[in-house]
């Protein structure tokens, strides 16, 4: 009868656990697009390899929970340094929301056409876990001339939800299960 107490009061913080932890866990979803223009360290992208931003604002359409930005809130973002990789804590922030980047790759460029990806942490404001994210940023110049236009999407990382920790909780439980069972039948 002791050793069902002790698994009965088992199960049950487990389950406590469990609820408390995956009621915390609330990621960061959706997709966020920004606009505006560039200006680059040179004055054509096949050789730039930083840039900075003018009038950048939300654009559309937003979804999950960038839903609520709307055109054309403005959005406050970094000088980045792109070739080579450069982390940038802050590259934007807009609503609370903010992207850490950690890493760039440089996809594509010519002289006139730039498209850089990467990964970085979206933190958002109070009730929202700090999400993975992936990013596209693309910019295109007829002729060489300053005040670029450019485009930066960025959407969370679906498959790196972390699981609130729900696995902590279960293993711990196996533990104290092996350790009641041994303490139960371990005396010969």
Known sequence: MKLYKILSAI???????????????????????????A????????????ATFI?????GPNTGSF????????VVMASYTFDPSTMTN????VGGFTFNLLSSTVE?????????????????????DPTPGIWAFTSQNAGGQPGMSFSFSANSHAGAVP??????????????GLAAFRAKFGKV
């Open 11 to 37: 199960v049950a913080a487990v389950a406590s656990v469990g609820f408390l932890a995956s009621a915390q866990a609330v990621p960061i979803t959706g997709m966020l697009n920004i606009a505006g223009q």
């Open 67 to 74: 839903a609520g930005l709307v055109f054309p809130t403005p």
């Open 55 to 59: 009038n950048p604002h939300v654009e």
């Open 39 to 50: 200006n680059f360290n040179t004055n054509s992208l096949l050789t730039a390899s930083s």
């Open 90 to 93: 802050g590259l934007w922030s």
């Open 163 to 176: 699981d609130g920790g729900m696995t902590l909780a279960l293993l711990g439980a196996g533990l104290m």
């Open 108 to 128: 594509q460029r010519t002289a006139e056409f730039l498209s850089v990806s990467g990964t970085g942490i979206i933190t958002g404001p109070a009730g929202f």
